[in-house]
């Protein structure tokens, strides 16, 4: 019997009902069938720990104490997801399962979502990778005659784990540095910073400055009304010719 966790509910019905056999919905938290059993994720269940729980007096911002980096990265459950953490536990380490197919999405975060999951529930059986690409039935049930094992995407999970630690380890340092240097003693709230979010946000208010400085320039539209072998036609002059001193022709 093998126990199959998708990402998220409705992907969980949607494995229910194309494949062979019955399955019986227990206390919304799983599928039950003779050969599977199918439950899920909410997205991330679980999440990187805050620094203070690596050392306590990493709870009072101080840039004497930067940069955080630990030893080796806890997870811990997110809020409210504790619930459904205890059923996939109880489901994996159940005598009949042999084996954990991870259903979720077919991405490197995906990949992070079961890894995840399957660190928590501390099992030793093999897992398998299911490769949905769409959720119609004949793409569930030609995906399943495919399955492949979970350790073929070794190099996407490591490559899962390396980008969501690497944001934990930018984003704490760079935000916690920024707000101390950078922050008034009147000013509240924290000057936020990340790997993504920063750099993004650079190029918006780059544009934006570049909106603004905007001279606007006069530019005219050279038209003209043709006529030929019986034939009318308007036409728009057009120029190839770039450059600062170009004629704004269009």
Not at 52 to 61: F, M, Q, V
Not at 64 to 84: C, H, M, N, W
């Amino acid at each position: 019997m093998k126990l199959i966790i998708a990402e998220k509910p409705s992907v969980a019905n949607d494995l229910a009902n194309a494949l062979p056999g019955k399955f019986k919905k227990i206390e919304d938290a799983y599928w039950e069938g003779e050969n599977y059993l199918i439950s899920w994720a909410v997205g991330h269940l679980l999440e990187l720990a805050e620094p203070e729980h690596y050392n306590p007096a990493l709870s009072g911002w101080s840039l004497a104490d930067l940069p955080v980096i630990p030893d080796k990265f806890v997870r811990k459950p997110r809020e409210g997801a504790t619930k459904q953490l205890r059923v996939l536990k109880k489901l994996a380490q159940r005598d009949e399962i042999k084996t954990i197919v991870n259903a979720c999405d077919a991405a490197r975060e995906g990949e992070l979502i079961f890894r995840e999951i399957e660190q928590f529930v501390d099992t030793d059986k093999p897992s398998e990778r299911l490769w949905l690409q769409s959720m119609t039935k004949d793409a569930i049930l030609s995906a399943f005659s495919d399955v492949r094992p979970g350790s073929e995407f070794e190099g996407l999970s490591s490559a899962a784990y390396c980008r969501a630690e690497g944001d934990w380890l930018v984003g704490i340092n760079a935000t916690r540095g920024i707000t101390k240097r950078l922050k008034g003693r009147r000013e509240r709230g924290v000057w936020s910073a990340g790997r993504v979010q920063t750099p993004t946000l650079a190029i918006l208010a780059h544009k934006e400055v570049e909106v603004l400085a905007h001279v606007p320039v006069d530019f005219w539209r050279l038209r003209g009304a043709f006529s030929a072998n019986g034939h009318k036609y308007d036409a728009t002059f057009r120029t190839s010719r770039s450059g600062k001193d170009a004629p704004h022709y269009t």
